[in-house]
């Protein structure tokens, strides 16, 4: 014989742990998702020059926190080699808006990747520069009545 009582608990307590579990889940997205936000602005522009190459992973340097906190904006230039390996070399700053920028930029180069070259190819250029440019989503600020 089923016991009735039993199998209604076990019912009641499985929908428990599912609901819970679903908020949960939907808390833990929130605050990913605040915290994504918090972290502000992120550099999403760049533009290289004097290159060929495909980039095979490229890296995007975290806006400053005191810059962002300034309201300050700007660029940086980075001047590199890429070895035949796609990997990244004597990384250099060579124009900056800000000092601010300066380290953020290099970071980031340092991180990225280009395709690396067979061995029949040859390296149309040495030197690669790369601008990022940071830069600020506009403040809203509510109109007040006077």
Not at 7 to 27: D, H, P, Q, R
Not at 69 to 75: A, K, L, N, S, V
Not at 109 to 138: M, N, V, W
Request: proline share 5%; hydrophobic share 40%.
């Amino acid at each position: 014989m089923i016991d009735r009582k039993k199998v209604m608990t076990t019912l009641n307590l499985e929908w428990w742990k599912v609901t819970i579990g679903a908020w949960m889940s939907l808390f833990l997205l929130a605050n990913a998702h605040a915290g994504a936000q918090e972290n502000g602005p992120t550099v999403r522009h760049f533009f290289d020059s004097n290159t060929d190459r495909i980039p095979a992973m490229t890296a995007f340097p975290k806006y400053p926190s005191i810059a962002r906190r300034d309201r300050i904006e700007g660029q940086a230039t980075v001047c590199f080699k890429i070895r035949a390996n796609g990997k990244i070399s004597r990384a250099v700053v060579t124009n900056k808006s800000h000092r601010i920028f300066s380290k953020p930029s290099l970071r980031a180069i340092r991180k990225s990747s280009f395709e690396p070259i067979g061995p029949a190819q040859i390296l149309a250029t040495a030197r690669t520069c790369r601008t990022y440019r940071f830069r600020l989503d506009p403040v809203l600020t509510e109109k007040t009545e006077t």
